[in-house]
Each structure stands twice: as C-alpha cells, then as structure tokens.
C-alpha cells in the first residue's frame, strides 16, 4: 500500500466512531458483577474502535478488567452458550488453557480466537468469552472485516 493510501486510510479511522456492544448484565447478578467493579452498562462493554497508531483494535471493558488487541490480532470467533450461571457469571479464568470471559449474563457469548494469546494481567490469553448483549451484531462486525466464525449455541436465548 502506498504512503498516500496508507495515510488515507489513517486519517478514516481517526474519524471513525467506536462502534460498542453492551455487556448483557442480568438484574440477579448484579450483586455478584459489583465485586468485579460493574455497576452498569459505562463499565461493560466491548468495542471495535480506532487504535492509537491507527489501526483498528477491538477492546473490552468489565469493571476494572480491561483488554485491547488489534483487530488484526483476531483469528476468528464463534458464538457459543447459553452456560450455567455459576460458570458464566463475572472475570472468569479457565487456568488449563487460559480462555477468559468478561461476562455478565449465562445468555452465551462470542469467543474470540486470538493469532497470537495477548498478555492479560499475568496470563498470555488465547481467547476471550464476550457475554454482549447483541451477540449477531459483534459476530456481524467480526465477519465485516473479514474475521471467519460460526454459530454454535444450543439454542437461541431473546
């Protein structure tokens, strides 16, 4: 890509609106979510949105947890769920593999496969769980960009 277009390209994703996906955050759970720092949907969300040297990244936000990766990091995703409330509910670390989920809800979520596992607080993490409330949509704007995936839930939960 040419310098030109390499700077256009800059520059529309500076102007870029981020574009967020909601945590599902389950009334009943809420108690348990206040221990994570969630009070509300400010503090749980997950975003697609320009980077700070201007490539897009995808980042997540769970109370006081947070992660970002480049988009280009994401090798694909699948939806997956719904879970038993007590294996789905808060930060939840898998200490076998190292899969984490930010999740708010037993609903399900969009598991996302990183290309390389990125360092989240002491643990190189290979993949996050994300209980979005529009679990199609953060799939949607994944398959947009050309990230492969599949819907792999159960059943389909409103």
């Known amino acids: ?57 995808l980042a997540a936000r769970f109370g006081r947890f947070s992660f ?17 409330w007590v294996t789905a509910i808060g930060v939840r670390v898998n200490w076998l593999n190292r899969e984490t989920s930010f999740a708010g809800s037993p609903r399900g979520g969009v598991r ?11 643990v190189k993490v290979p993949a996050f769980y994300l209980g979005v409330e ?4 953060l799939a949607a704007a994944l398959a947009e960009r050309g990230i492969p995936g599949e819907d792999a839930r159960k059943e389909r939960v409103p």
Not at 68 to 84: F, L, S, Y
Not at 134 to 137: A, K, N, R, S, T
């Open 1 to 57: 890509m040419g310098a030109a277009r390499l700077g256009a390209v800059r520059r529309s994703l500076r102007q870029m609106p981020a574009m967020r996906y909601p945590i599902r955050l389950g009334r009943r759970s809420m108690p348990l979510l206040r221990l994570f720092g969630v009070r509300g949907q400010d503090d749980a969300w997950v975003e697609l949105r320009p980077g700070a040297d201007s490539t897009e990244e």
């Open 68 to 84: 970002a990766t480049p988009v280009a990091n994401v090798e694909r995703w699948r939806i997956e769920g719904p879970w038993r």
């Open 112 to 122: 996302v496969d990183f290309e390389q596992p990125i360092r989240w607080l002491r």
């Open 134 to 137: 529009d679990l199609d949509g």
